[in-house]
DNA sequence: GAGCACTGC
């Protein structure tokens, strides 16, 4: 952080001075005695008078101006959140922020991680209660808090960093934060972003008395300068019609024509990326052969998140030496997706090659059904990715479009999550922290009402929210759960079908990516070793055969691999159940199991029916095509599916759309349970006509007939439906 | 007969 504008205003802040300044009966309370002083410079002057003068501000800084360390820690001199018994809080994006950015602050206040200044992440709470006054913490961690107390009583001050990012998260807590102001007058907010969003923050938190009829007047604004390295931008001629092609052909040009410097370009995917990095490879030793003494080696590394860390951390690997003394150094190229542009950060990088894409989430509230599409990025993000090849000095940027699309083609800013998602989550969050309206909800960006209504409609089906739309009981320990709510509603009813130990276990194998490993030398082997672990009744059994499978094979440390398993996916499965498992238990979740196996098998499926009733398909024909049960959607069972036959009536977990829509991770159900679990989603006077009705029907009269003579076991208590 | 932008609880 010696560029950091700030650093030479920091007053001292040691733990001598402390001990000095504190009497004996505060010696557990650090810094208790300590009194705000008057710290040199302006910028803090500038910042503390503003702070003490208004309740919310926005306040802009560069990457650079350093301040996600200097201002939380500004504002616990002015707030001394210590002295109330409060904390001041700041919010960041990610996990790993969160943790690095805590420890450098620790650091920089010469106190150990931990005691003053902490940090809270999901698996892990860095904090002293009574002791920590300044923590640092991911965005979701604190809507979780939010949720137990929504007044947020323990905080002095709450800092909303990397506010620009518009993370779900992010932008509830705006709303929430916004009301809860009105409320909580001694609560100070402070929302920090990139400079291209801050007049919308600001009218968006404008203070505005309604009662005198006063104009809103925009939240005040304090700005940072940055200290990043200036960045000369090209465009192309002419658009490119093969971006892959373009960025590959330029990294050469760079090669070849450029000073010394490494090189980050961004691509949408693990298969271009591979790709590119092969190609570029090939074409870079084909160079330095042709002439040694007029380019450098070039080293090409591949970057996305699936990549094993130990592969990942390549990228901060030197360049190559010169192929022979005095001859060209030698070139590290990154070849990289979004990864690069916010969550990792690459010193030495001095060329950025931009074509102009990434992958992003869409949502269709039509079909429910969220998928990704290679789509241009925006201005905002152009702007992220240019910079950084200015981070260590004077850098240049090539994007592989023409000005004029920059201009008129790319959209400001990148659609905020909230846009973009299924918002059956986030809905239920809002109902358990006592909104009310979600639909007027005041959001920074109001979602799609569409998607709104489908969020409303599954959490009522799921029973979590009652035809009004509150929240009920069942709703209220769902939202404990760090869990989609079709998870979390088949996780709470396990018991009652004996199963919860295995439910348990699914949940937590449905929240991890993919455990299956496929080398793509090594295909068969790793397709033999998937079908030894297959149980052929359905997918989710499957997983749970899987993780017992590794649970037994704890002292062998090569199971995993010798298997095609992903090593860490099961191991974060086994920190998600720990998780799970003790919100269970804090809410008298029995965790219980069946002994006899084909018993059990029956009860997981029926739990199973119970979160996923609305993501059932049904067999039409011979063809295998299957039909989605009242969105009539045509899926085909994904090629990963272990089912050996063909099942009339199946639960999916997931409806991917890539090359043709498909229903992936599968299980055989009933149709008995569909009518049984589910009567209100499933009630046949309001069922759409079609051959799935009449499939239902024909199974609720056969019920009707045969008086109670039922051969699956029911579950004894009645559901809570 | 496929895939996995990225993050978070």
């Given at each position: 952080m010696d560029d950091n504008p700030y650093l030479a205003h920091l007053p001292p802040f040691q733990r001598g001075a402390v001990h000095s300044s504190s009497s004996s009966s505060s010696e557990k309370e650090p810094l208790f005695g300590f009194l705000p002083r008057k710290v040199k410079g302006e910028q803090m002057d500038d910042f503390l008078e503003l702070f003490s003068k208004n309740?919310?501000?926005?306040?802009?800084?560069?990457?650079?101006?350093g301040k996600t360390t200097q201002i939380p820690q500004f504002v616990t001199y002015s707030d001394l959140p210590h002295t109330k018994g409060k904390l001041v809080a700041?919010?960041?994006?990610?996990?790993?922020?969160?943790?690095?950015?805590?420890?450098?602050?620790?650091?920089?206040?010469?106190?150990?991680?931990?005691?003053?200044?902490?940090?809270?992440?999901?698996?892990?709470?860095?904090?002293?209660?009574?002791?920590?006054?300044?923590?640092?913490?991911t965005d979701g961690m604190l809507l979780r808090e939010a949720m137990s107390d929504t007044e947020l009583s323990r905080y002095s001050t709450i800092i909303l960093d990397e506010a620009h990012e518009r993370t779900l998260a992010t932008d509830i807590l705006m709303g929430l934060l916004k009301t809860l102001a009105k409320r909580r007058k001694d609560l100070k907010i402070i929302v920090m972003s990139a400079t291209l969003d801050a007049v919308k923050f600001q009218s968006y938190f404008s203070l505005h008395d309604s009662a005198a009829g006063e104009e809103p007047s925009p939240a005040p604004l304090f700005k940072v300068p940055g200290?990043?390295?200036?960045?000369?931008?090209?465009?192309?001629?002419?658009?490119?019609?093969?971006?892959?092609?373009?960025?590959?052909?330029?990294?050469?040009?760079?090669?070849?024509?450029?000073?010394?410097?490494?090189?980050?370009?961004?691509?949408?995917?693990?298969?271009?990326?591979?790709?590119?990095?092969?190609?570029?490879?090939?074409?870079?030793?084909?160079?330095?052969?042709?002439?040694?003494?007029?380019?450098?080696?070039?080293?090409?590394?591949p970057l996305y998140s699936s990549l094993p860390p130990q592969q990942q951390q390549r990228i901060f690997d030197a360049a190559p030496k010169p192929s022979q003394p005095g001859y060209p150094p030698g070139r590290k190229v990154v070849v990289s997706t979004n990864i690069a542009e916010t969550s990792l950060t690459i010193d030495g990088i001095v060329y950025v090659v931009d074509p102009g894409f990434s992958k992003q989430k869409v949502y269709n509230p039509r079909i429910r059904v969220e998928s990704l599409l290679v789509s241009p990025i925006s201005k905002a993000s152009a702007q992220q990715r240019a910079g950084r090849a200015g981070r260590t000095r004077p850098g240049k940027c090539f994007r592989l479009y023409t000005e004029k699309d920059f201009m008129s083609e790319l959209e400001e800013q990148t659609h905020p999550e909230i846009l973009r998602s299924n918002l059956a989550n986030a809905v239920l969050e809002l109902a358990k922290l006592g909104i009310k309206d979600l639909v007027r909800f005041d959001y920074l960006d109001a979602?799609?009402?569409?998607?709104?209504?489908?969020?409303?409609?599954?959490?009522?089906?799921?029973?979590?929210?009652?035809?009004?739309?509150?929240?009920?009981?069942?709703?209220?320990?769902?939202?404990?759960?760090?869990?989609?709510?079709?998870?979390?509603?088949?996780?709470?009813?396990?018991?009652?079908?004996?199963?919860?130990?295995?439910?348990?276990?699914?949940?937590?194998?449905?929240?991890?990516?993919?455990?299956?490993?496929?080398?793509?030398?090594?295909?068969?082997?790793?397709?033999?070793?998937?079908?030894?672990?297959?149980?052929p009744e359905g997918d989710h059994l499957t997983l749970l055969n899987v993780y017992n499978n590794y649970s037994q094979n704890k002292d062998d440390r090569n199971w995993a691999w010798n298997n095609f398993l992903s090593a860490r996916a099961l191991a974060q499965a086994e920190?998600?159940?720990?998780?799970?498992?003790?919100?269970?238990e804090k809410y008298d979740v029995d965790v219980i199991s069946l002994e006899d196996e084909r018993k059990r098998n029956i009860g997981i499926r029926q739990a199973l029916?119970?979160?996923?009733?609305?993501?059932?398909?049904?067999?039409?024909?011979?063809?295998g095509s299957y039909l989605t049960v009242k969105d009539n959607q045509v899926v085909a069972l994904h090629p990963s599916c272990g089912l050996d036959t063909q099942p009339e009536w199946v639960l999916f977990n997931e409806f991917v759309l890539t090359k043709r829509p498909y229903i992936r991770t599968v299980t055989e159900v009933k149709p008995e349970w569909l009518l049984e679990y589910a009567p209100v989603?499933?009630?046949?006077?309001?069922?759409?006509?079609?051959?799935?009705?009449?499939?239902?029907?024909?199974?609720?009269?056969?019920?009707?007939?045969?008086?109670?003579?039922?051969?699956?076991?029911?579950?004894?208590?009645?559901?809570?439906?």
């Open positions: 309740q919310i501000i926005v306040m802009v800084g560069e990457t650079g101006s700041c919010t960041q994006p990610r996990r790993v922020a969160a943790m690095s950015v805590a420890q450098r602050v620790a650091d920089e206040m010469d106190v150990q991680l931990g005691k003053q200044v902490g940090y809270s992440i999901r698996f892990e709470d860095m904090t002293e209660s009574g002791t920590t006054f300044l923590k640092y913490m200290r990043t390295h200036p960045v000369e931008v090209f465009y192309t001629q002419e658009p490119e019609p093969d971006y892959v092609e373009a960025a590959i052909r330029t990294v050469l040009m760079i090669h070849r024509a450029e000073d010394p410097g490494d090189i980050l370009i961004f691509l949408t995917g693990e298969e271009e990326i591979e790709d590119a990095c092969r190609k570029i490879k090939i074409e870079a030793d084909d160079l330095l052969n042709a002439d040694p003494s007029s380019v450098g080696p070039l080293m090409c590394v979602p799609a009402p569409e998607t709104l209504m489908r969020a409303l409609e599954l959490l009522n089906y799921l029973a979590a929210l009652n035809d009004e739309g509150e929240l009920t009981a069942l709703g209220g320990v769902m939202a404990e759960f760090p869990l989609d709510p079709q998870l979390a509603k088949m996780l709470i009813v396990s018991p009652e079908f004996k199963v919860s130990n295995e439910l348990l276990t699914i949940t937590a194998m449905l929240s991890i990516p993919n455990v299956w490993l496929r080398p793509p030398n090594q295909r068969a082997a790793a397709d033999q070793a998937k079908a030894m672990l297959t149980v920190n998600v159940r720990a998780q799970l498992l003790r919100t269970m029916t119970c979160g996923f009733f609305m993501q059932v398909a049904h067999k039409e024909g011979e063809k989603y499933f009630d046949l006077a309001s069922f759409p006509d079609g051959e799935t009705k009449r499939a239902l029907q024909r199974v609720a009269n056969r019920r009707r007939g045969a008086s109670n003579g039922g051969e699956e076991p029911r579950p004894k208590k009645k559901l809570k439906n």
